[in-house]
């Protein structure tokens, strides 16, 4: 028998379901019949008012250009249920699309362009967070391949020294874990099964954001104890070659690929004391300068929505030097945007034309 809840998601994952194919048919017939092309145009100079939203008319002559600045994370053929990934081939008609209609910046550029309210029509940055590997291995050709710019955001403890990220423990302890339940300890006790996959990707995400409420020696504790629980050998939950060494960081800068901070351990900024902060986004901007050899002028704060960091760690990152900062708050950025809290978008959309189609409908947003 279906419960009322099991009953009511089913019928929100229907209705979800209903959205995106009609978005699809949508998005499909505007790039069948060019009409994309006249909602670019529309887009460039038309924005959603921001105040009084409901009130006619919705729309405002655009105050100036707008930046979207795309975030991705790893890309690979995985096909990892536990840290999804952009496939290889998708990634590779995203760029494709993106050198064809949109102009792409680098972000160094595109942020002294904001400054001066000067932004090129379509502009787009293309950024990767924590320093995967594969980033080197499946995007780097493709990047290169389209003379795409890109700024890959280092969280520099796992680099080249064999250790992963604390999300990467979890989330390679629940891909490898055989135990059919896990109970939380301490004040977070709870006991969840682990039967499916479906229910460890609950557990996973339920997990992660009480960790993420921890500060650095107390989640790193809590961590031990979950991997612990779950059975799996320390860190034959991730593999050495998951992230990104210094020779490969190297090969890339030389074919102008950009790096900056996302801070050493990839700590949650707001839970920490200020001193902690400061060390975190100080010492893995000094980690990289001295390793490139070159200034590190931006910072991605880890996780990156609002309740992520604070005013305070917003003015520490920019008193280390920082020229700008980006988060995962969703939107893009006009002239009026703070550059220590830029916003970006994670592309979501396999369909190519789902993807484009979304990328001019945002800009409406700003
Ligand atoms: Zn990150």
């Not at 952009?86 to 102009?103: G, S, V």
Request: glycine share 4%; proline share 3%.
């Amino acid at each position: 028998m279906i419960s009322f809840s099991g009953l009511a998601r089913m019928q929100s994952l229907k209705a979800r379901n209903s959205r995106r194919l009609l978005f699809s048919l949508v998005a499909t017939l505007l790039f069948r019949t060019y009409t994309i092309k006249f909602l670019n145009l529309f887009v460039n100079y038309f924005q959603l008012k921001e105040q009084h939203k409901a009130t006619f008319p919705f729309l405002v002559k655009r105050r100036t250009r707008n930046l979207q600045i795309l975030v991705y994370h790893r890309i690979n053929d995985e096909n990892d249920l536990f840290f999804p990934a952009t496939p290889i081939k998708i990634f590779e008609r995203q760029m494709d699309y993106l050198a064809h209609n949109f102009n792409v910046c680098d972000l160094e550029t595109a942020v002294d362009r904001l400054r001066r309210a000067d932004v090129p029509e379509n502009a787009v940055v293309v950024t990767f967070d924590d320093g995967y590997r594969d980033n080197y291995l499946n995007a780097f050709p493709i990047l290169k391949h389209f003379s795409i710019p890109a700024t890959i955001f280092l969280a520099t403890d796992a680099i080249d020294t064999g250790k992963v990220l604390w999300h990467d423990r979890i989330f390679g302890a629940f891909r490898k874990t055989q135990k059919a339940f896990l109970d939380m300890p301490g004040r977070m006790a709870r006991r969840y099964s682990l039967t499916t996959s479906a229910e460890k990707l609950v557990a996973q995400n339920e997990v992660l954001g009480l960790l993420r409420v921890l500060g650095g020696r107390d989640r790193l504790r809590v961590i031990d104890e979950v991997v612990s629980k779950l059975g799996v050998s320390e860190d034959s939950a991730a593999g050495e070659d998951l992230m990104l060494t210094w020779d490969q960081i190297r090969a890339m800068q030389k074919s102008g690929i950009a790096f900056g901070s996302h801070t050493v351990t990839h700590p949650i900024l707001s839970v920490l004391s200020v001193e902690e902060a400061r060390a975190e986004i100080q010492q893995s901007k000094s980690i990289i300068e001295k390793e490139l050899g070159t200034p590190i002028s931006s910072f991605a704060y880890p996780n990156g929505s609002k309740k992520d960091y604070s005013d305070e760690i917003v003015e520490i990152v920019q008193e280390a030097g920082y020229s700008c900062a980006v988060t995962t708050i969703f939107g893009t950025n006009d002239s009026a945007r703070q550059l220590f809290e830029l916003r970006r978008a994670t592309p979501w959309d396999e369909d190519i034309f789902c993807f484009g189609l979304r990328l001019n409908c945002y800009k409406l947003c700003a």
